[in-house]
Every structure is written in structure tokens, then in C-alpha cells.
T-cell receptor, first 109, second 113 residues
Framework: KNEVEQSPQNLTAQEGEFITINCSYS?????LHWLQQHPGGGIVSLFM?????KKHGRLIATINIQEKHSSLHITASHPRDSAVYIC???????????WGAGTKLIIKP | GAGVSQTPSNKVTEKGKYVELRCDPI?????LYWYRQSLGQGPEFLIY????????DSGLPNDRFFAVRPEGSVSTLKIQRTERGDSAVYLC???????????FGNGTRLTVT
């Protein structure tokens, strides 16, 4: 079993829909990152969380440390949100990031 | 200021050759990471620098791979006797510290023919 599991692997939605991507992990962490990668593009850090909730524009990230679960939400989705969204956790035993497999999101106009 | 800069953006080399990939982190970032990403895969950790020293090089696949960061800023990833399996996008990221947000470069796409 992977230490970081994301769901769904693929998600296609219509413009305007509310999107939720989930991340569950099985290790102790010091922080959790949500990252975005456009096709052929670089990786952009969206959020770094260690507790609670963060909001940036139409993006919201939450984390429940007790349940070892995080969600990334996109409100009023837009085709430009189409990308791969990656959850990565920083283990509290070393400085490596443990990466999820990513969720490929396609927003249709 | 500028973000993380990686050069070259693309590198094509023949099997067996030596290559160097450069990463210029954001000024003041003491932590620097190298990752490798193959097509359709997630990033694979290679090495982490804190300052000038390699705090964790456990991700380097074999002794053909080596990385340096002599002055605690620019880092160079060196690959000897390249193999076709080394073809990937090599990503560099930097941060103020191990628990700070990461900033990624656009990567160097290495193709070994």
C-alpha cells in the first residue's frame, strides 16, 4: 500500500462545478503540500498545511491530522484549472517528500 | 526576485556522455532539492541539500549521479556515463527550510539517445 493515496486518479467535470480531490496518508508528517502541474509545465506549490484550512482564491485546502486526510477543493472550476494535482507529505522522520500519484483534472467548457 | 532557474531547459546527449544540470535557487533559500520525473510518473526524490551539505542523498540511483552545492546557493547535478534510462525531466526546488513552501524550477528535460 502506498504511503500517500490520492483519489480520484482522474476527474472530468464541467466548468463551474465544485471539485474535491482527496489525499490520505499513513505516515507521521510535519507538513502536507498540494501542488499543481500543467501538461508539459513546471510544478507550482499551491498550499503547505500542517493543520486546519487554507484558502487562496477559488482554492481551499483542509487537513485533518487525526484522520490523516486532506482535501483540495476548487470552487467555480474553470478550464484553466485543468492540470495534475499532487499531494505530497513531508515525513516527520526525514526531510523527504512522499508523493501521491496525482489526480488528473480536466474541466470542460 | 526571480524564481528557481534551471539550465539548460533541454539537453540531448548520447549514451555514455557526461552531463551537468544547473539549478539557481531563490536567493536566501537554504534548502534545495533535486527530483526526477519520468513521463506519466510522479517526481522521484534524488537529493536534498541544507546549505552546502547533502543532508539526504538516499535517492540518488547509483554512483553515476552526483550533486554539489559548494557555496550554498547554485547546485549542479552531474550524471556520468549517461544511459537511455536516465532520460527524464530533472526538477529542482528550493525553500527557506525543510518545513517551508517549496518553489520549483521549470525543470531540465534530459534525453539520452
Amino acid at each position: 500500500k502506498n504511503e500517500v493515496e490520492q483519489s480520484p486518479q482522474n476527474l472530468t467535470a464541467q466548468e463551474g462545478e465544485f471539485i474535491t480531490i482527496n489525499c490520505s496518508y499513513s505516515v507521521g508528517i510535519s507538513a502536507l503540500h498540494w501542488l499543481q502541474q500543467h501538461p508539459g509545465g513546471g510544478i507550482v506549490s499551491l498550499f503547505m498545511l500542517s493543520s486546519g484550512k487554507k484558502k487562496h482564491g477559488r482554492l481551499i485546502a483542509t487537513i485533518n491530522i487525526q484522520e490523516k486526510h486532506s482535501s483540495l477543493h476548487i470552487t467555480a472550476s474553470h478550464p484553466r484549472d485543468s492540470a495534475v494535482y499532487i499531494c505530497a507529505v513531508r515525513s516527520d522522520s526525514n526531510y523527504q517528500l512522499i508523493w501521491g500519484a496525482g489526480t488528473k483534472l480536466i474541466i470542460k467548457p | 526576485g526571480a524564481g528557481v532557474s534551471q539550465t539548460p531547459s533541454n539537453k540531448v546527449t548520447e549514451k555514455g556522455k557526461y552531463v551537468e544540470l544547473r539549478c539557481d535557487p531563490i536567493s536566501g533559500h537554504t534548502a534545495l532539492y533535486w527530483y526526477r520525473q519520468s513521463l506519466g510518473q510522479g517526481p522521484e526524490f534524488l537529493i536534498y541539500f541544507q546549505g552546502t551539505g547533502a543532508a539526504d542523498d538516499s535517492g540518488l540511483p547509483n554512483d553515476r549521479f552526483f550533486a554539489v552545492r559548494p557555496e550554498g546557493s547554485v547546485s549542479t547535478l552531474k550524471i556520468q556515463r549517461t544511459e537511455r534510462g536516465d532520460s527524464a525531466v530533472y526538477l529542482c526546488a528550493s525553500s527557506f527550510g525543510p518545513n517551508s513552501p517549496l518553489h520549483f524550477g521549470n525543470g531540465t528535460r534530459l534525453t539520452v539517445t
